[in-house]
């Protein structure tokens, strides 16, 4: 009897210790530049920190920002749909995330499953879903470390009408201020522009820094009027001080600004510049990677750099061959490419 209590025993510290060595957290040293690695179980990650229960029973809290990669036995199905998104494969790929989420426990991993199926509705242009499913993440973990999955729109984009009540009573969501953002970006080419855009003069005095220059970057998708370069400049300086997952927007937007800016030696350079930054962010939708790249090669074409433009359109053509913005830059480029 005392052995097999004694076996017994011994399997519980097995499980016990197995149980907390699953994830492995990467992450960057302050202080020497230095990554590290730590092991444990992740008890929960939000926007600012991360929470890892380590085999010893403590509790390490790593600041989020920190955080440059998560090893974890996530489901099977879910390492099927990142290939499928990797090969932009999105309708396959949201199928498979469907059945992962089912898969999947309570916490972290199920917001991580809800980002990517926002991001393959993104790619599939299926707008009014990503929305819906963001509220979700959102009611599950109201300050989850995938927030930065938000799905502003960028460009007019046609809503269902139940998604343009439902958008309505978002704005007013004071409690989830990304939650009112994704309404206002939602309404603001529709008939509710009016309240969207109050809605976003109260975002862009948030504390929060990110809500902030989002909100005044979404104000600034309906300006026409040229804006002086050292205002443009201040607003790239906040642009850049965004997480690089929710750049790609702005940096549309301040392509477009810079182009009809008043400073004629450096204006097309820097509408290229931000268009191919846009193209590059791997986090940006497949259409904004696409049209980024027409758009900074018919800047250089503006500016009078037709062999840079080419070698823009070129890269266009090769990543995106079948995108209607590959045709369109082979029109623009008259038969030269």
């Not at 008890?43 to 390490?60: F, H, V």
Request: proline share 4%.
């Amino acid at each position: 009897m005392k052995n097999y209590l004694f076996l017994l025993f011994c399997i519980c510290i097995f499980v016990y210790h197995n149980a907390y060595a699953d994830d492995t957290v990467i992450y960057q040293n302050t202080v020497t530049g230095r990554q590290i690695k730590s092991t444990g179980t992740i008890e929960n990650y939000t926007r600012d920190e991360l929470l890892l229960r380590t085999s010893s029973g403590n509790i390490l809290t790593i600041k989020a920002e920190l955080i440059l990669d998560i090893e974890a036995e996530r489901p099977e199905l879910y390492s099927e749909a990142e290939l499928r998104i990797n090969n932009q494969e999105f309708d396959k790929a949201l199928s498979l995330l469907e059945k992962a989420l089912v898969q999947a426990p309570d916490g972290w991993m199920k917001h991580e499953i809800l980002s990517r199926q926002i991001e393959c509705l993104v790619n599939l242009n299926r707008m009014d879903e990503a929305a819906i499913r963001y509220v979700q993440l959102v009611q599950l973990e109201p300050n989850s470390a995938f927030y930065d999955s938000v799905p502003l729109v960028w460009t007019s984009v046609e809503l269902s009408t139940r998604t343009e009540q439902l958008a309505q009573n978002w704005i007013r969501q004071k409690k989830y201020p990304f939650v009112a953002l994704l309404g206002s970006s939602l309404l603001l080419t529709s008939d509710k522009k009016n309240e969207a855009q109050t809605s976003l003069n109260n975002l862009a005095k948030s504390d929060d820094a990110v809500v902030a220059i989002l909100a005044q970057m979404q104000l600034n998708r309906l300006s026409l009027t040229p804006m002086p370069d050292t205002f443009l400049n201040n607003l790239e300086k906040k642009v850049d001080a965004l997480p690089k997952s929710l750049q790609f927007g702005p940096r549309f937007v301040l392509a477009q600004l810079w182009s009809r800016s008043s400073a004629k030696e450096i204006k097309e350079d820097k509408a290229a510049l931000n268009y191919l930054q846009c193209a590059l962010n791997t986090k940006s939708p497949v259409e904004f990677q696409a049209r980024g790249f027409y758009s900074a090669g018919a800047s250089l074409m503006t500016a009078g750099r037709r062999d840079e433009a080419f070698r823009v359109f070129n890269r266009l053509i090769e990543k995106y061959p079948d995108s209607p913005w590959a045709q369109q830059a082979k029109r623009t480029a008259g038969g030269n490419l």
